[in-house]
């Protein structure tokens, strides 16, 4: 019924683009600097080229003591025993006064061909191919960009976008001496599982995140018989909620600064859905200059290009889905001092959004426009220490004055049943707390399709 067992090769093969004729696609998607070198080398796609190596995931071993690491080569060929530089997710350009500490040199040890449940090992690889490295997984904490060691390209491609994490368990070990083990587990865990995340909370709490409960089950398989092999106490899962606003601040809020001689002035509103998906999707750029960012705005949102260009920040990190805006009028605001705040203005923000006032979950979706600010003459009498707790309060003024609302996660389903067992669909998902959303029947079969929001 299924043909031969080649089929879905081949249908991979005749239908998806190969590296090359993807090349410029690729360059697109994964170079933040379109016309830098990274972005001609994965252009190019050519195995004489300097080494790019974008990393996907990492697989553990049979005993998950060690990790090979499984990327594409974009450009160049790497061969065994090859030294390289890894560039975590946090690198930047050092050629644009950023951070350049999350990079690591390491040396190749070994080169396979991996094909699920076998892998073939090969003296080297080149622009194209999937390989599996040995050697180098030490300083990578998720994914990483993999270049030569000649230093000729140092730029690291965007990290790979993941859903959100909405279900979080508490995890401690049965017995408290073997704690060291769970830590050594829990890491295991953060490099295996893309969408996890491990952390520790303010109680003390090692807390493991994921995207489901069947997602989680098998996070706590492996950190209980390959990872840290301990018995540990599970807490009852606990769903991650989002903080947003239903309409405008109904007055505009002022907060002081702790010397009381500076003020800030805010009010808070609803952000554009349409928007919210620009800016968690990637489409909008932090980076963008004012302009650009005005002229985006302007021609895909209908926004008037001033009020585009005082755009501030986006928070909480660089792609959340709030904004900070400066609406300030020069008559009424020192402009030069209140430019000489901003970062500190950016870091309350940052702070405010990513710790909600209602119960300390990020905020989502809402608008911070910023209406007018008192500032101090004196330097001194104006720095982070004053600014960023001022921002912050102000912040959750305006947010607590503007219908805060909370948002559960939802996933959204489809099942297909026979006619017979439709009123038995509906009794789970109400039982559930789901609402259905559409109900037709198949053409050509007695079963129906079913879909639904569940929480």
Not at 435 to 444: A, I, L, S
């Amino acid at each position: 019924f299924f043909g031969p067992p080649s089929g879905f090769v081949d249908m991979c093969s005749q239908q998806l683009p190969s590296p090359i004729e993807n090349a410029s696609d690729t360059a697109k998607r994964l170079c933040a600097d379109g016309s830098g070198l990274l972005a001609e080398a994965v252009r190019v796609c050519d195995a004489a080229g300097p080494l790019v190596v974008a990393v996907a995931k990492q697989i553990a071993s049979s005993d998950g003591q060690s990790f090979n690491v499984l990327g594409r080569i974009l450009s160049g060929t790497i061969n065994n025993g090859m030294d390289v530089k890894v560039l975590g997710e946090s690198f930047s350009d050092p050629e644009m006064d950023a951070d350049e500490e999350d990079a690591a040199l390491a040396t190749v040890n070994g080169l396979w061909i991996s094909c699920a449940r076998y892998r073939i090992g090969v003296s080297g690889l080149s622009a194209g191919s999937w390989v599996l490295l040995g050697g180098v997984d030490s300083s990578i904490a998720k994914t990483a960009t993999i270049v030569g060691g000649d230093g000729k390209i140092m730029a690291a491609v965007r990290p790979l976008t993941v859903p959100a994490a909405v279900v979080r368990i508490a995890v401690e070990p049965a017995v408290p001496s073997e704690l060291p083990r769970l830590l050594h587990g829990l890491r295991g865990i953060g490099k295996t599982y893309p969408l996890s995340q491990t952390k520790v909370e303010e109680s003390g709490e090692h807390v493991v995140l994921g995207s489901g409960e069947l997602y989680l089950d098998c996070v706590l398989h492996d950190l209980r018989h390959v990872f840290a092999e301990i018995e540990i106490r599970v807490a009852d899962p606990v769903v991650s909620f989002r903080e947003c606003v239903s309409e405008t601040s109904t007055v505009r809020v002022f907060a002081d600064s702790p010397n009381h001689k500076n003020r800030l002035t805010v009010i808070a509103e609803p952000l554009e859905q349409q928007v919210v998906n620009d800016i968690e999707s990637g489409v909008i750029d932090p980076q963008w200059s004012a302009r650009q960012t005005a002229q985006f705005f302007e021609a895909n949102h209908g926004w008037d290009i001033l009020a585009a260009r005082s755009i501030w920040a986006f928070g909480p990190g660089t792609h959340g889905p709030n904004m900070l805006s400066d609406d300030t009028l020069p008559s009424e605001t020192d402009k030069t001092r209140l430019r000489s705040v901003r970062d500190a203005i950016r870091q309350g923000f940052q702070w405010a959004t990513r710790e909600g006032p209602l119960c300390d979950e990020p905020m989502r979706a809402t608008r911070f426009r910023i209406l007018d600010a008192t500032l101090a003459d004196s330097v001194v009498h104006r720095g982070a220490g004053q600014i960023v707790p001022a921002a912050r309060r102000v912040c959750y003024a305006g947010f607590l004055t503007a219908e805060p609302r909370l948002m559960e996660p939802v996933n959204t389903v489809e099942i297909q049943a026979p006619a017979d067992c439709v009123s038995a669909v509906y009794t789970v998902l109400a039982r559930r707390r789901g609402h259905v959303t559409q109900d037709t029947p198949k053409p050509g079969s007695s079963m129906y399709t079913i879909s639904a929001l569940i929480p």
